[in-house]
């Protein structure tokens, strides 16, 4: 996206974004600059939701921003159609907030869906998916319950 629409793409208006993706970037703006006036284009990446992210690969930008840059992101998953990335993606937002919400997984295949996780970072960086799964606590976790 950088390279596309330049460093600081979510306040410049470069890319057209969704009025949802916009609002969600003025709620981060919106708590960053309390400590400072004007944050960092990275601690902007940092506060936006993971929601947010999920966002930009959904239908909305499909015709836009996957194709143009997004789906250069996804260099392990290039024979992957942009509907199930973000498939995948969403599920594990959705997982996220019911253990953000203490809700019960316990009916959950929890097994598979660390796989899943696995194999989505694989999507964007082998090596990040190799680290991730080294130090994982997953396996050792999940066999003492």
């Known amino acids: 996206m950088s390279q596309s629409y330049g460093a600081s793409w979510m306040t410049n208006g470069g890319p057209k974004l969704t009025e949802t993706s916009k609002a969600m ?3 981060a ?3 960053l600059q309390v400590k400072s006036p004007w944050p960092s284009n990275d601690a902007i990446v940092a506060e936006l939701k993971f929601a947010f992210w999920v966002g930009m690969l959904g239908p909305g930008y499909d015709q836009t921003l996957w194709r143009e840059t ?7 998953g290039k024979s992957l159609k ?7 993606f969403n599920m594990i937002r959705r997982f996220r907030n019911r253990v953000a919400h203490h809700e019960p997984i316990f009916e959950k295949n929890l097994q598979q869906i660390h796989l899943e ?3 989505a970072v694989n999507w964007m960086c082998t ?9 994982s606590r997953f396996d050792t976790v999940f066999s003492a319950a």
């Open 82 to 88: 942009r509907s199930a990335i973000h498939g995948r």
């Open 29 to 31: 703006l919106t708590k």
């Open 25 to 27: 970037i003025t709620d």
């Open 127 to 135: 090596d990040t998916a190799v680290w991730t799964a080294h130090v």
């Open 70 to 76: 997004l789906h250069q992101g996804f260099v392990n």
């Open 117 to 119: 996780v696995l194999d």
